[in-house]
């Protein structure tokens, strides 16, 4: 989706180095999500963000942090307490109208070793 | 909690034929449910959605229906191409969550030339 941007496209860190994933949209999104997806397996969401300032954790947020300072940025870190955080990570956002879609990136492949 | 079960895991056909994936749903007050495709290396894409007002909706070879008293949704492909080769996910909405989606495990489609 040209309006969600993830960057970089593939990273490579070594263990215990913390990371930060980008993500940045100019569809003027009020929400905006990170989601896991390990290979071969669905999308788990990790934190999301319905407003600036303000985010939650979700399903699987330990050894992440997220910020949301800007409307157009929700960047997520990977700390070295997350034990398996070799993934391909996803950034997602959605309008402020109820039952609304998701609109996706073309996510970050990270390699920890 | 949400739950989304789909089914099959995985689907083989050949070029030209049907293939059929379906979804059930735990939340009765489930409303809104999208289906997305993702290809190889990139993020998932909405194909189609569906609102719980209307049993039916087509967009030229792709169909989903949807039964809100069995509370299951179905994705029909015809005439399959190998370009629909990809992974399928379907996603429900539910209402205690503040409509956030849920995503069901995905299905790795194979259309064979």
């Known amino acids: 989706d040209g309006g969600i941007t993830q960057s970089p496209k593939y990273l490579f860190r070594k263990e215990g180095q913390n990371v930060t994933l980008s993500c940045e949209q100019n569809l003027n999104h009020d929400a905006m999500y990170w989601y896991r997806q390990d290979p071969g397996q669905g999308l788990r969401l990790i934190y999301y963000s319905q407003i600036v300032n303000d985010f939650q954790k979700g399903d699987i947020a330990e050894g992440y942090s997220v910020s949301r300072e800007k409307k157009e940025s929700f960047p997520l870190t990977v700390t070295s307490a997350q034990k398996n955080p070799t993934a391909f990570y996803l950034c997602?956002?959605?309008?402020?109208?109820?039952?609304?879609?998701?609109?996706f990136g073309n996510g970050t492949r990270l390699t920890v070793t | 909690g949400e739950n989304v079960e789909q089914h099959p895991s995985t689907l083989s056909v050949q070029e030209g034929d049907s293939a059929v994936i379906k979804c059930t749903y735990s939340?009765?007050?489930?409303?809104?449910f999208p289906w997305y495709k993702q290809e190889l290396g990139k993020g998932p894409q909405l194909i189609i959605d569906?609102?719980?007002?209307?049993g039916e909706k087509k967009d030229q070879r792709i169909a989903v229906t949807l039964n809100k008293t069995a509370k299951h949704f179905s994705l029909h492909i015809t005439e399959t191409q190998p370009e629909d080769s990809a992974v399928y996910f379907c996603a429900a909405s539910f209402q205690h969550a503040g409509n956030m989606l849920t995503f069901g495990g995905g299905t790795r489609l194979m259309v064979k030339p």
């Open positions: 939340d009765s007050a489930s409303n809104y």
């Open positions: 997602a956002t959605q309008d402020g109208q109820k039952n609304s879609p998701l609109h």
């Open positions: 569906i609102r719980s007002n209307v």
